[in-house]
């Protein structure tokens, strides 16, 4: 299984206060619908259900993650549940500050390794994206 880490970003958000907030699936939905239209361009087709994201992409099509595992304060898991390959999505925070939380997401997928350098570039992008995504979606 190939495993693919965001950079580490920041928020300035107690770690509690963060997981809250990263655990409540639904409540990036309403975040979403509440920027402008342009801005919501530039994220792309990404649907938050209570337990679920969805992920539209013309390459891939659509992509589901659902939450398998809330692991207070630090961990929130995402499995996919119409991948053609076994793939999931983890959320990890770690408290830096009592003010201040990092989160680094981690994509896990079930490659193989010749396939490796074609698809790690993208899986790498997606890993980074979707860390900028909650952390934008976060911000106070």
Sequence with gaps: MAKYSSKPVTLHLPIAAAFDRISNVSAFQERIDSIPADQRAKMGDVKFSENSITLNSPQIGEIRFDVTERTAPNRIVFASANSPVPLSMSINL?????????????????????????????????????????????QQ
């Design 94 to 138: 770690t408290e830096r500050s009592e003010d201040e939380t990092e989160i680094v997401s981690a994509i896990e997928i079930e490659i193989p390794a010749m396939l490796r350098p074609l698809i790690g570039g993208k899986m790498q992008e997606a890993a980074d994206k979707f860390t900028e995504l909650i952390s934008s979606l976060n």
